[in-house]
């Protein structure tokens, strides 16, 4: 039995150096590429993210409208958002900001929006009904109370943080 012997051609040689090569330089073409396309999307999401709205001093017990605005990162687009808030203080000096978008189908809402809907929140697109507190009135439209915003209050000054489910109501 005769010993064959492993040798690489030329041929070969220069096959597995160009394979190597071309490869390595592909990869470091698509790599920014690629992390320029992905990269945005898996940044974490910014936590605290507080904008300021209004002094502490204007509240009243009255929910009273204020617009903010924000900015806002949908993937590697940034924009400029204007929100707005019912904010009023309890009796016990609470602070509530209730969202104006409309459980039912995202209308705005407005404060004793009507003739018979004194101290609520009305929606004029079908009718839905909140009470002060954002809790949904039963038998109109609306399913959910109002999202409330996170709030914070540093000198003197309202800072209102994202709209999240309102579970106290
Ligand atoms: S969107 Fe508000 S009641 Fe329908």
Known sequence: MSERKQQVSRRQFLNYT???VGGFMGAAMLAPMVRMAVDPVLQPKKEGDFVAV???SKLTKEPQRF????EQVDA???S??????WVYKKENDEIVALSP????LGCVV???GGQGHEDRFYCPCHGGLYEKSGKNVPGTPPLAPLDSYKTKVKDGTLYLGEAVPNMEV
């Open 18 to 20: 160009l394979t190597g």
């Open 54 to 56: 209004t002094e502490v």
């Open 67 to 70: 617009n903010f605005k924000i």
């Open 76 to 78: 590697w687009y940034t």
């Open 80 to 85: 400029e958002v204007t929100k707005a808030a």
């Open 101 to 104: 978008i409309c459980k039912h």
């Open 110 to 112: 407005n404060w004793e």
